[in-house]
T-cell receptor
Framework: DVKVTQSSRYLVKRTGEKVFLECVQD?????MFWYRQDPGLGLRLIYF???????EKGDIPEGYSVSREKKERLSLILESASTNQTSMYLC?????????FGQGTRLTVV | AQSVTQLDSQVPVFEEAPVELRCNYS??????LFWYVQYPNQGLQLLLK??????LVKGINGFEAEFNKSQTSFHLRKPSVHISDTAEYFC???????????FGAGTILRVKS
């Protein structure tokens, strides 16, 4: 079974903090993604990476960056957390037309 | 740019009744289409996908969907739902095989006894 693991299920951070969300996949997939999920808005793509050190902006990249130093890991970085970044964050990797998702990280910024 | 519209935000239905969750997409090129399900407090799981070939696609848990190119639709159906089908369902489209997915806003299916 493909496994996509997000390091935290729940996270509470303070405004202005630098926040790291980690995602690891165990199937050697080239493509990895970070989405943000908000009620009524579905999933919106923040960033995606199609290879080590390669990344592209998604639909809502402002306030975020990503790092992919190893093929299995994609980190999402909130440079200076703000309350409007309180959300559910979902990581995915994909192969052959199918995306595999992690369990999600619910981030609260206070 | 692609976009996906799920026409119903919530669909209540009684157990053992049929259900249809509607999805329309816009794209100027050929697309790949997906339905994902999210159970409470879980990540997303693939229900079914259309890549090419037969326009009627069968997925897990008795769900199926029909790709209609002329109407740019990919509606999800199940002939008889169970309480355990209560979840949020997302329609998604991809322009390239294995590339990024664009999601709809989601439809919450509530199955009542």
């Amino acid at each position: 079974d493909v496994k996509v693991t997000q390091s935290s299920r729940y996270l509470v951070k303070r405004t202005g903090e630098k926040v790291f969300l980690e995602c690891v996949q165990d199937m050697d997939h080239e493509n990895m993604f970070w989405y943000r999920q908000d009620p009524g808005l579905g999933l919106r793509l923040i960033y995606f990476s199609y290879d080590v050190k390669m990344k592209e902006k998604g639909d809502i990249p402002e306030g975020y960056s990503v790092s992919r130093e190893k093929k299995e890991r994609l980190s999402l970085i909130l440079e200076s957390a703000s309350t409007n970044q309180t959300s559910m964050y979902l990581c995915a990797s994909s192969y052959g037309g199918e995306a595999f998702f992690g369990q999600g990280t619910r981030l609260t910024v206070v | 740019a692609q976009s996906v519209t799920q026409l119903d935000s919530q669909v209540p239905v009684f157990e053992e009744a049929p259900v249809e969750l509607r999805c329309n997409y816009s794209s100027s090129v050929s697309v790949y289409l997906f339905w994902y399900v999210q159970y409470p407090n879980q990540g997303l799981q693939l229900l079914l996908k259309y890549l090419s070939g037969s326009t009627l696609v069968k997925g897990i848990n008795g769900f199926e969907a029909e790709f209609n190119k002329s109407q740019t639709s990919f509606h999800l159906r199940k002939p008889s739902v169970h309480i355990s089908d209560t979840a949020e369902y997302f329609c998604a489209v991809s322009m390239e095989y294995g590339n990024k997915l664009v999601f709809g806003a989601g439809t919450i299916l509530r199955v009542k006894s």
